[in-house]
RNA sequence: GCCGGUGUGGCGAAAUGGCAGACGCACAGGACUUAAAAUCCUGGGACUAUAAAAAGUCGUGUGGGUUCAAGUCCCACCACCGGCACCA
């Protein structure tokens, strides 16, 4: 250690880089570096930087460990006062480029938007006779769906495009589904592969309230940065299928798809969603369609009493029935009420009693709402997780959001305590119907419609106090204070119906009003809620199953043998559960159920920048009012100009300033709530097939088309985005696209086949990239210095794709190396120099390709036969990356190229075939290097080309990877010892033979009893000795 | 508390039950150069031993197990990440 500081210290002209290491040794080095300047001279710390012989700078890197030293802080806090310094540096020093990826990428670029090269086409599309894909697959004019290739849609969770631009996680998922798209293109797949905006949002609108300037403004300069930033990285989306959800034309047909959830219902018989057009029947004189609703309970009970009302109350009878039924109805109910964003909230975009967006403060606060009924879809949502194939953790998260759990309703009578002839009757939901016998008590919500009933005079004091207690509490504290049970006797009683004892009525905030009836049975041997509330209340506690031996039966929740209950004594929970819900059903005292944690969707927003409703609302004869859907003729519904994007003083949502717009002149009232940001991400999906379709929200050919069956796979083949959508955005898509398809809308029944989750790209520092730790990169940065496809390459090679992983530039510095390899192995040394000096000279007239003609192939490039060590080498890379592709391992993939050109780097000569079919494998993942060089190649040769995003992809050849001759490795009694040569056929014997005249395996039987032999083809040998 | 995932060099990582650490970064040495950058070549798991080499021992979060053979399979535990959380 000591001698190693020396080091430093007398080295301390050119060695400086030692100083990075050891941060820890610091303190040991504070003398040493005491006695030296500040600011750093060149002398003592900094390499001088030359170029072309002159001085042009010196090294940022020291400067950031020097800036650390002398703050006494880490090298990372650091980096900010090192940013304006290396900014200089980097424009002072920056050093030679590796390939002249500055001129080849936009030549490329712009050659791909020219030729329309990624356009997929419909069933019936014209499709040009010059465009590369109808090269390709000798197609032109108008094609049917028979005709095509099969098709395969990639798609990317859209971004919402915020002021702040791309960084560097949004193009890991682009990067990977683009070179899937260009690999499928290439297998001969009709590719769909589209990109949009998420663009109504908040941002927007609060910069609206702030100045006034229309939101739409606004979007509009964030898209046209996102897509610039999007498409200087070269991916091959099919632009002329671009939407965004704030284009009217494109809300037009989200305000449609409402419109169909509005007069829509989900009928329980067939458990799918209908047109609510049967009521019309059902509430009619002379039903004509009676057979199609007949066997529906319920249908028959709206039948019987609507013919029993009067003509007034016809009306409104069968207003509130089919209001109570749609897909998307109005409820007056406490929902979350955050005053900063001054919207309500739904119950997932509240995390920790806090907004998830700005992390404000929310409230429980009773409101007039929309919501959508996808609670009615919760089996379905849930059953259909089967036939889908994403990851098991985002579909557990899936189907712990739904809930589901099996269990009994148990029906309690109580006598209402004003009017003692009245009966209360009690439900509670339970999933242990075998402990009915050890259920003590019952304990309801403080919300409970029967709470009042149910408080006798004496207790009312101490009741009304609770609830107001209660409801002061947010639901952060409800929760966060859980470790204490509180709660109030009510002072009623009912009874247990298998033990016919009196039990108590309590009400505890530890039962939540909004799950199962709101009220439970407690049986505080066997819950450990209900344990903890009955010891503090003094409670009465009574065993009723038995735990293994050694347990405890005191809070004993598994499974175990029934006692103290009746006729359940002696049987295991599971059978004990079946006795008493046949029991139960037989004396009507309950019945079996299940239970869903999955709530309805709150679907309206306070907000301005979103899609409006098209409901208006309108007054009765009796000064009612009621909702009514606007006909599909009158969409698109636009919102109204305003000045001010400011909620009313009364609290009214924005779009209530707009009084013209706001009253129609037949004295209706329009709505106004927006929809949330969810709505259009629901079904942009389906859009992208059929973008510009102006008579329908989608075509059925072009739905059947790109979202049909292929075999297993339905939908969206291949659907790559971010977690934080688990449960918002994938559960709410499913939900829309099973509405649309029990309508006939659509072809499937779910939207996303696979699914693939990318991970989080960190910091350099590891942390979690924010402008407060200022780790955030931005793209743009990175291609500038590296180019678009050093940037991709990267992206891909730092790991696997689904996981969290952190950026370091010096990764991408090693991948473009990488790139610079293969560019000196097919160019022209001399020309390359030839065309450096011709660059630095170059006017700005002087057109960027006619510099890069300068650049000549490497002569060793020839038309020559490969010899059977490069075809070998080729076709190892050829499988290794096919294979790769397929199973999405984009990282295994490259390093395989890398290999192959390591070894390329060594040939005295490069066959054309060789070297064309590895640009071949490159082109998914660097594509403009790829097609630059593709193209040199083949006009060197005299060739044309077809363009290399549509030439077929290269098939390895399995014969000319076959070894004659193979090491296998040799064990003693399971330790390596030795590698020996054998032919590849060799039988055993002879390999037998091979291992025990090993020299160095001899050392370790010489002497000893071989007493097993074990052989494993083309694989290894292990010598077993005693 | 429950559910899901992950633990491998200085770092990102790789390994159908069969030579652990491919590929890359960083680092070290060398070549080229007046010099630097760039490029090219070589070497790097740890430890023991040695002038050097050969060689040996240990090594994939921890402890057990299965197996001729375990990073990989089984059991128990620990740590970290993500999700849910008084859901009866």
Request: net charge neutral; charged share 25%.
């Amino acid at each position: 250690m000591i001698g190693r500081l020396h080091g430093n210290a007398v080295n301390a002209d050119g060695q400086e880089n030692k100083l990075e290491r050891d941060e820890a040794d610091d303190h040991q080095r504070q003398d040493a570096h005491q006695s030296r300047p500040w600011p750093p001279t060149n002398q003592h710390c900094l390499k001088p930087v030359w170029l072309g012989g002159w001085f042009v700078g010196v090294r940022h890197k020291s400067i950031k460990t020097q800036i650390a030293r002398k703050l006494r802080v880490n090298k990372h806090s650091a980096i900010e006062s090192a940013v304006s310094l290396r900014r200089i540096f980097r424009s002072m020093a920056s050093s030679r480029r590796q390939y002249p990826f500055h001129l080849i990428e936009p030549k490329w670029q712009q050659t791909w938007e020219q030729q329309q090269a990624f356009r997929a086409f419909n069933p019936g599309e014209e499709i040009p006779k010059n465009h590369p894909f109808a090269t390709r697959h000798k197609l032109s004019g108008k094609v049917a769906a028979t005709q095509l290739p099969p098709k395969f849609y990639i798609l990317d969770m859209f971004p919402y495009p915020s002021g702040a631009g791309l960084h560097v996680g949004h193009p890991e998922g682009y990067t990977a589904t683009d070179i899937l798209s260009r690999y499928r293109r290439a297998c001969g797949f009709n590719v769909l592969h589209p990109m949009g905006w998420d663009s109504f949002g908040l941002p927007a609108e609060q910069y609206a309230v702030k100045t006034g300037q229309h939101p739409r403004v606004t979007t509009e300069a964030n898209i046209a940065n996102f897509t610039r930033q999007i498409k200087s990285l070269g991916f091959s989306y099919d632009w002329s299928r671009e939407l965004a959800t704030t284009d009217v034309e494109y809300f037009k047909w989200t305000q449609w798809i409402f419109l169909k959830l509005y007069n829509s219902w989900f009928n329980p018989v067939t458990q799918k969603a209908e047109s609510i057009t049967i009521f019309e029947d059902v509430f009619s004189e002379n039903p004509k369609r009676k057979t199609e609703w007949e066997k529906n309970l319920t249908l028959q009970v709206f039948h019987a009493k609507w013919t029993q009302e009067s003509p007034a109350g016809k009306i409104q009878y069968q207003r509130d029935r089919i209001n109570e039924l749609r897909l998307a109805y109005v409820t007056e109910a406490p929902v979350w009420w955050c005053e900063q964003l001054g919207t309500v909230l739904a119950n997932e975009e509240v995390v920790d009693g806090k907004s998830e967006v700005g992390g404000f403060p929310v409230k429980k606060k009773p409101m007039r709402q929309w919501m959508l009924r996808i609670t009615a879809y919760a089996e379905r949502l849930l059953a259909d997780l089967n036939t889908i194939d994403w990851t098991d953790s985002l579909k557990e998260m899936q189907r712990n959001w739904i809930g589901r759990s099996e269990g009994a309703f148990v029906h309690f009578d109580a006598t209402e305590q004003r009017n003692p002839n009245t009966t209360l009757l009690l439900s509670v939901f339970t999933t242990r119907p075998d402990t009915l016998f050890g259920a003590t008590y019952l304990v309801l919500s403080p919300e409970h419609p029967h709470v009042n009933g149910l408080t006798t005079d004496a207790q009312r004091a101490a009741v009304e106090a609770y609830k107001i207690e209660v409801s002061k509490k947010s639901d952060l504290e409800r929760t966060e204070l859980a470790k204490e049970k509180t709660g109030v006797f009510t002072g009623s009683y009912t009874t247990n119906p298998v033990t016919n004892q009196e039990i108590p009525i309590w009400i505890a905030d530890y039962v939540l009003a909004s799950y199962g009836t709101g009220a439970i049975m407690a049986v505080p041997a066997h819950d450990t809620r209900d344990f903890e509330f009955a010891k503090k209340f003094n409670l009465p506690i009574v065993q009723v199953v038995e735990p293994p031996a050694g347990k405890d039966w005191q809070g004993f929740t598994e499974d175990g043998i029934a006692v103290n209950s009746g006729f359940l004594n002696g049987l295991p929970t599971r059978e004990a559960k079946n006795a008493m819900l046949k029991r139960l059903e037989e004396t009507q005292d309950g019945s079996k159920t299940i239970n869903y944690k999955l709530r309805d969707w709150l679907f309206s927003r306070q907000r301005y920048w979103g899609e409006p409703f098209p409901i208006v609302w309108k007054k009765d004869a009796a000064g009612n009012l009621y909702h009514e859907a606007l006909p599909e003729s009158a969409l698109p519904l636009l919102p109204p100009s305003l000045e001010d994007y400011k909620p009313t003083a009364d609290g009214q949502p924005p779009l209530a300033r707009a009084k013209d717009w706001l009253n129609l002149p037949d004295g209706s009232i329009r709505e106004t709530n927006t929809m949330p940001q969810w709505a259009g991400s629901c079904w942009y999906y389906l859009r992208y097939t059929d973008a510009r379709n102006a008579q329908s929200f989608v075509g059925k050919d072009a739905d059947n088309y790109w979202m049909a069956s292929n075999g297993k796979a339905a939908g969206v083949d291949l659907y790559v985005g971010g977690t934080e959508h688990a449960v918002l955005h994938l559960l709410y898509a499913r939900f829309w696209h099973k509405v649309l398809f029990d309508l006939g809308h659509v072809s499937t029944p779910e939207p996303f086949f696979k699914l693939v989750n990318q991970g989080l790209i960190l910091g350099e520092d590891g942390q979690k990239m924010s402008k407060s730790r200022g780790n955030v990169v931005n793209p743009d940065d990175v291609l500038v210095e590296y180019g678009a496809d050093a940037f991709r390459l990267y992206e891909m090679f730092m790991g696997p794709l689904q996981d969290t992983k952190p950026w370091n530039t010096k990764g991408v510095e090693g991948v473009y190396r990488f790139l610079g390899r293969v560019w000196r192995l097919f160019v022209d040394e001399k020309a390359e120099t030839a065309f450096e000096q011709a660059e630095t000279l170059a006017t700005e007239a002087q057109s960027h390709r006619e510099l890069l003609d300068l650049i000549l192939l490497d002569g060793g490039i020839t038309d020559m036969d490969a010899t059977p060590a490069q075809l070998k080498a080729l076709h190892a890379c050829i499988k290794k990356v096919t294979e790769d592709l397929d199973g999405m391992r984009f990282n295994t993939a490259i390093s395989a190229m890398m290999m192959f050109i390591n070894e390329a780097m060594t040939w005295q000569t490069k066959p054309l075939s060789v070297m064309k079919t590895f640009l071949q494998l490159l082109a998914p993942f660097a594509p403009h290097i790829a097609e630059e060089l593709w193209a040199r190649l083949h006009s060197t040769f005299g060739q044309t080309a077809i363009s290399l995003a549509y030439a077929p992809w290269p098939k390895f050849d399995a014969a000319l990877l076959v070894e004659s001759e193979i090491e296998l490795p040799v064990q003693v009694n399971g330790k390596f010892r030795d590698t020996i040569k054998v032919a590849v056929d060799a039988d055993n014997a002879t390999i037998e033979a091979a291992a025990k005249a090993s020299e160095k395996v001899q050392q370790f039987i010489a002497g000893k009893a071989i007493k097993k032999v074990i052989i494993v083809p083309k694989r290894m040998v292990n010598l077993i000795v005693g």
